[in-house]
Structure formats: structure tokens, C-alpha cells
């Protein structure tokens, strides 16, 4: 530190100016370390965006037929039309068991077939497809009898043997052989086993279902089966690691093998909800992960539309 103490009563006039030019010395070398200091902070490059892992699409290699945007796209079958859109994914997470795009099951991509053949379905459903009925999305919005489910609005696909499901038409408890053969529906598609993946292995989960086919059939003969894909959860779900997405696409292997084995149209429903990263995007998703919202469910009877039974 300078020390610049003059005393005034002596009148130096040279100590007087030495002083004043140190002053002026030291208030010029201040200003430009601060000018010095104020380019360096607008000089600091910005703090990087934080990268969070999973945001973006792996880079393996594109197969021959990979995702499209539209029908004309090389990833729809030119002959039969088979909807391979979601191959990519299946490609890019070997985690996920990938859906068999040869099986004769597979529906294939048709027309629109719009609300004239949604409004001739009902769904056997767990929790995720029974958010249909009070976002109002089918035929008699929220008071619909197109879902068939329990009264807690869900079923379980372990405990269905002499469950008692709400009958939509007049809120009695039956089972769903009653009420399979009170109202003989024309279509059912069947979206069962979302409330199974996590403690059922193959044969306890072929088992209950091949069970619950049979008594509906024996039930109402000239009823079309559709046997319809567990949707993917998103990453708010999957982080609690109780059911997984490569758990689900494990379940809907087999849930293809049935349709194969009892010759029923296969609903490839989970394709429509899957993004790039593996997992359901949370803008279709509730709060929860594990239930689609109503743009979710949306794309899901879009699914429906475009992948019709139309024989």
C-alpha cells in the first residue's frame, strides 16, 4: 500500500504535485484491471446444456427397413403391408424382444377404418385401456359399455378364473363368460397383462390366458378375437424398475404366440406409443409412467383404426 500522507500546513507545492500524479497514477492502473476483469466474464464460454443419458437415438447402424413417416415408405411391406415402423427401435435396444413381423397374426397396415368399426369393439382390459372411459374417448364417451373391466377399473390377468368384471350395460357384477355371452360382442380385443408381467413366468402367463380365450369363445362362438400388446411404460415408470419395458415386449412375445396358436389377429398397439429412446414419451403418458393420457390413448385407437380386421 502507498502511503501518501502531506502535510498541508508546510506548502510544498512539489510534494503537493508528486502526490496528486501518484493518485492519478493509481486510479489509472484500478480502472483497467477492471476493464481487464469485466472482458474476461463476457468472454467465459456459456455452461454446457446438461446431456442426460438415453435422450437420443443410438447410433447402430439404419437396417434395410427402418421407421417411416408414411405408408409409401420401404418400411411397410409393399405386399402385405406389414407396419415395420418401430423396427429400428427393436434394432437400436436388443433389451426389447422384437415383434415377429412374419407372423401371419401381425395386422397389417389398412385404411382408416374410423368410428364405424371402433364402435363395434369392446376391450377386455386392465387399467392402462380402461382410461378410455372417462377421457370419453368411444362411443358414449364416459358412460361407454365398450370397456369391460373390474370395478376397481382394472383386472388382473393371474386372478381372472370366477372374477366378477362391472357388465357395462346395467353395473352388475358377473363373470366375463356371463357377460361375454349376455352381450356376444362382434369384436373384443382383448389388452390383458399389463397387471401379470411382473410375477408370472410363460407358462403361468399362457396358462391364465389361454384359459380366459377359452371360456370367452365356448362363451360367444362367432365373437372376433383380437389379442392386442401390453403398451410401454415411460422412464418415470421404469425408474421404480418393477416392470420394464423389456419385461413387457418378453409378455407380448407370447401374447403373439397365442394369437398364432389359436388363430387370432395380433395388435401390434405397443408400437404406436414406443420412441426412439425405448421407452414411451411423457407427453402420452400420465404423471405415473405406467398409464397412457388421453393424446396416448388417442394414438392408440388411431392404431386400432388403421390396423383393422376387415375380413
Not at 447402424?61 to 409393399?78: G, M, N, Q, Y
Not at 407427453?283 to 386400432?304: Q, S, V, W
Request: net charge negative.
Amino acid at each position: 500500500m502507498i502511503n501518501c500522507y502531506i502535510n498541508p500546513k508546510k506548502g510544498d507545492a512539489g510534494v503537493k504535485k508528486v502526490f496528486f500524479a501518484a493518485l492519478f497514477l493509481l486510479a489509472a492502473i484500478l480502472a483497467a484491471g477492471a476493464v481487464v476483469r469485466s472482458q474476461s466474464v463476457l468472454e467465459e464460454p456459456p455452461i454446457p446444456a446438461i446431456d442426460y443419458p438415453g435422450t437420443h437415438l443410438p447410433t447402430a447402424p439404419r437396417p434395410e427397413k427402418a421407421a417411416a413417416p408414411d405408408e409409401d415408405d420401404p418400411a411397410i411391406d409393399p405386399e402385405k403391408r406389414v407396419d415395420r415402423r418401430a423396427e429400428l427401435i427393436y434394432f437400436n435396444h436388443p433389451e426389447l424382444t422384437p415383434v415377429d413381423f412374419e407372423s401371419p397374426s401381425l395386422l397389417p397396415l389398412t385404411e382408416d377404418m374410423g368410428e364405424a368399426y371402433t364402435s363395434r369393439i369392446v376391450f377386455l382390459c386392465d387399467s392402462p385401456t380402461w382410461w378410455m372411459k372417462p377421457f370419453g374417448l368411444l362411443t358414449g364417451g364416459t358412460n361407454t359399455t365398450q370397456i369391460w373391466t373390474g370395478p376397481e377399473g382394472t383386472v388382473t390377468l393371474a386372478y381372472l378364473r370366477g372374477y366378477k368384471i362391472l357388465d357395462p350395460y346395467d353395473g352388475a357384477l358377473r363373470t366375463i363368460p356371463e357377460v361375454t355371452r349376455l352381450h356376444k360382442p362382434e369384436y373384443m380385443i382383448v389388452a390383458l397383462g399389463m397387471n401379470g408381467v411382473a410375477f408370472m413366468d410363460e407358462d403361468y402367463f399362457k396358462r391364465e390366458y389361454r384359459n380366459i380365450l377359452d371360456e370367452m369363445k365356448a362363451a360367444s362362438p362367432e365373437t372376433k378375437f383380437i389379442l392386442q400388446s401390453i403398451y410401454p411404460v415411460s422412464r418415470a415408470d421404469a425408474s421404480r424398475g418393477i416392470i420394464t419395458n423389456a419385461d413387457i415386449t418378453r409378455a407380448n412375445a407370447w401374447i403373439l404366440q397365442l394369437a398364432e396358436e389359436y388363430g387370432y389377429p395380433y395388435l401390434d398397439s405397443f408400437s404406436a406409443l414406443i420412441a426412439g429412446d425405448g421407452y414411451s414419451p411423457a407427453n402420452l403418458m400420465l404423471p405415473d409412467g405406467f398409464h397412457p393420457n388421453k393424446a396416448g390413448l388417442t394414438k392408440i385407437l388411431e392404431y386400432i383404426r388403421t390396423h383393422a380386421v376387415t375380413e
